[in-house]
């Protein structure tokens, strides 16, 4: 048999299934460090939601301010490209954007409850997907699989819910988000703990 025909072969269920193990056992503690910070920021957005809410759209401010700075460089690199103008125009009204969620907060709180509901979907996606590997060694997965719905859940009612939403839910769903994935995560690594030793 050809020895790249057998380096291309897929790895066999039972063998990925332990490496996932394997993996989750030698870094137990770093999960249940990562589950244990998450559950606590989630309490302190649960607890001041408003503030919650504000920090984001401040940090979300910055952050397009940052991206506009960054494509405004880009586009004078390029100044004798086509499309230059338009991409200054895109740049500007970044730029804006920026300046009024930093003005005042929770003017751009309805860009910000969109975008939050974006990363919900992702996280949900992603912890559902987490789940997976965690259902190899756990049976507690059905906690990460919990918590991925209920994130994707909160991103179907914070965009039903806009504007109205805006002001509050962004807090108390971060909080809560992070809370549920922080705790079912912690949960999971001490169960993985018990795992096959890294010699197995």
């Known amino acids: 048999m050809d020895l790249n025909e057998i380096r291309q072969r897929p790895a066999?269920?039972?063998?990925?299934?332990?490496?996932v193990r394997r993996y989750l056992h030698q870094h137990w503690r770093a999960f249940s460090l990562q589950g244990l910070l998450m559950a606590l920021t989630g309490v302190a957005a649960l607890v001041a939601p408003l503030l919650a809410t504000r920090a984001t759209s401040i940090f979300l401010g910055w952050l397009i301010l940052s991206l506009a700075a960054a494509a405004a460089i880009a586009c004078f690199r390029m100044?004798?490209?086509?499309?230059f103008w338009s991409n200054l125009t895109l740049t500007v009204l970044l730029a804006l954007l920026a300046l009024v969620i930093l003005a005042d907060a929770f003017a751009g709180a309805v860009t910000l409850t969109t975008v939050l509901a974006v990363y919900f979907l992702l996280t949900g996606l992603a912890i559902l997907s987490l789940a997976r590997a965690f259902?190899?060694?756990?049976?507690?997965f059905w906690l990460l699989a919990a918590a991925g719905a209920l994130n994707v859940a909160l991103a179907f009612f914070l965009v039903i819910?806009?504007?109205?939403?805006?002001?509050?839910?962004?807090?108390?769903?971060?909080?809560?988000?992070l809370?549920?994935?922080?705790?079912?995560?912690?949960?999971?690594?001490?169960?993985?703990?018990?795992?096959?030793k890294a010699g197995r």
């Not at 066999?12 to 490496?19: D, I, S």
């Not at 819910?161 to 988000?177: E, H, K, R």
């Not at 809370?179 to 096959?196: I, K």
Request: hydrophobic residues 45%; positive net charge.
């Open 79 to 83: 100044r004798d490209a086509a499309g």
């Open 161 to 177: 819910g806009l504007p109205g939403t805006a002001a509050w839910a962004v807090g108390i769903f971060l909080g809560l988000s």
């Open 135 to 140: 259902r190899a060694s756990t049976g507690r």
């Open 12 to 19: 066999a269920p039972e063998t990925v299934r332990r490496e």
């Open 179 to 196: 809370v549920m994935s922080g705790l079912s995560l912690l949960a999971a690594a001490l169960d993985a703990r018990t795992g096959p």
